[in-house]
């Protein structure tokens, strides 16, 4: 059926910006708690206080209880994200927030490997070279055998991993469930997951700590919602360059907040990787297809 909705690019792109700033801010507070909290207390604390939001949703989620095999979806996903969201919050204390931002554009990347050894999607030679492309972006920021890797630059790429296999299952959820329902589950499965970790290794919070957590978990809820209105009034392939604007902010935030040096190379390499993410969602979108989501539709 053909797409009657009115387009707006202007607001589509405004809304854009405007999550791309959450998410980067989302990322700043939990540099800023950085490691007076173990790991998965503070992936652990972000779920849990954002399952606030999802309290009026509570009682169609129990009229609708999933099935068993959407149990099972849903139970998988939350596996995969609660290990990649683990991961990046393990990278965010050990590296740059312009290393987090840039390599976190990858998740389309694997999405769209996982989407043609998965779910059987046609992987073109045009998608292929750009996922090339991108890989090489990668190498630009990572540069193995010419500096020495922290151990959060090999998390990273397992939270790009993570979350991309995370939105794979989503994808087939959301063909069953309203897509609200489909966070809000994902957000209980997470919650679960990270919990054992986190009472393992727990140390009592301070009240501004929590305020922080409770901070991160809004911002990540508002990026999705925002995400979301853009997605409404203008294609992917118009809103998708406004993600490249998270890199600036990321470069910025983390030079004049947190006194990290700006990396010729990780502007560089995430410039190429955003550069093949914006050509793959071109492509789909002119072939009216959707199978490669934007960068920030993978995010934590």
């Known amino acids: 059926m053909e797409d009657t909705r009115v387009q707006r690019p202007g607001r ?4 854009m910006v405007l999550t791309g700033f959450q998410f980067v801010g989302m990322t700043a507070l939990v540099k800023a708690v950085g490691t007076s909290l173990p790991v998965y207390q503070t992936s652990f604390l972000r779920f849990a206080l954002g399952l606030v939001f999802f309290i009026p949703l509570m009682p169609s989620l129990i ?8 149990a099972k979806l849903i139970a998988l996903r939350g596996l995969a994200h609660t290990i990649g969201v683990s991961l990046w919050f393990y990278a965010m204390v050990r590296i740059p927030l312009a290393d987090v931002t840039a390599l976190n554009y990858l998740n389309p990347i694997y999405v769209t490997l996982g989407a043609s050894l998965f779910l059987g999607e ?3 030679l045009r998608r292929l070279i750009a996922v090339g492309v991108a890989l090489l972006g990668a190498g630009i920021i990572l540069r193995p055998g010419f500096r020495e890797l922290d151990p959060g630059h090999i998390a990273m790429l397992g939270t790009s991993l993570g979350l991309a296999t995370g939105y794979l299952i989503a994808k087939r ?3 069953e469930m309203s897509s609200a329902h489909v966070v809000a589950w994902l957000s209980i499965a997470v919650t679960i997951g990270l919990m054992p970790m986190a009472v393992t ?3 009592h919070p301070t009240w501004e700590q929590l305020a922080v957590l409770l901070a991160v978990a809004a911002l990540a809820t508002g990026a999705h919602y925002t995400m979301t209105l853009a997605f409404k009034e203008a294609p992917v392939a118009v809103t998708q360059p406004a993600t490249f604007l998270q890199l600036v902010w990321a470069v910025a935030l983390g030079a004049l907040v947190f006194g990290e040096g700006i990396d010729p190379y990780t502007v560089l390499g995430g410039g190429v990787i955003i550069a093949s993410v914006s050509y793959i969602t071109w492509r789909e979108a002119m072939l009216k297809r959707r199978i490669t989501p934007p960068s920030v539709a993978t995010k934590t």
């Open 12 to 15: 589509g792109i405004f809304w």
């Open 201 to 203: 290794h727990w140390v």
């Open 122 to 124: 046609k992987l073109a």
């Open 63 to 70: 009229r609708t209880l999933p099935t068993a095999q959407q």
């Open 173 to 175: 959820l959301s063909a």
